[in-house]
C-alpha cells in the first residue's frame, strides 16, 4: 500500500504563499491524486485534483488560487497556493481521489498576521 508523506507547510500572512509537496513510497503515475484539508471541527474536504494526464479540478474556494501539479518521475504531487486566506488554515494531506488509502500525518498550514 502506497503511503504518502506530506510537507511544506508552516504559518504565513494572509496574501502570502506556501508550496506543498506529497512525497508517495511507491509509483503514482496511474493514480489520479488529490489534496484534501481538514480544519478544526470540519470535515475533511478534497480542494484540487489531478488526473494521470494532467488535467485538474478545484473547489470553487480555492479556484485561481491553488496549482496542483505532478512529477511522476519523483512520486511527488505539489499544491502551490498563493493568496492564501484565514479560511485557508487547516492540515493539508494528499491521497488518492479514487480508492483512498491510509491517510499520512498531514502538513498544518496557518495563515495568522
Known amino acids: 500500500q502506497v503511503q504518502f508523506v506530506e510537507s511544506g507547510g508552516g504559518l504565513v500572512q494572509p496574501g502570502g504563499s506556501l508550496r506543498l509537496s506529497c512525497a508517495a513510497s511507491?509509483?503514482?503515475?496511474?493514480?489520479?491524486m488529490g489534496w484534501y484539508r481538514q480544519a478544526p471541527g470540519d470535515q475533511r474536504e478534497l480542494v484540487a485534483r489531478?488526473?494521470?494526464?494532467?488535467?485538474?479540478n478545484y473547489a470553487d474556494s480555492v479556484k485561481g488560487r491553488f496549482t496542483i501539479s505532478r512529477d511522476n518521475g519523483k512520486n511527488t504531487v505539489y499544491l502551490q497556493m498563493n493568496s492564501l486566506k484565514a479560511d485557508d488554515a487547516a492540515v493539508y494531506y494528499c491521497?488518492?481521489?479514487?480508492?483512498?488509502?491510509?491517510w499520512g500525518q498531514g502538513t498544518q498550514v496557518t495563515v495568522s498576521l
Open positions: 511507491g509509483s503514482i503515475r496511474l493514480v489520479i
Open positions: 489531478i488526473g494521470v494526464v494532467g488535467d485538474t
Open positions: 491521497n488518492r481521489v479514487l480508492g483512498v488509502t491510509s
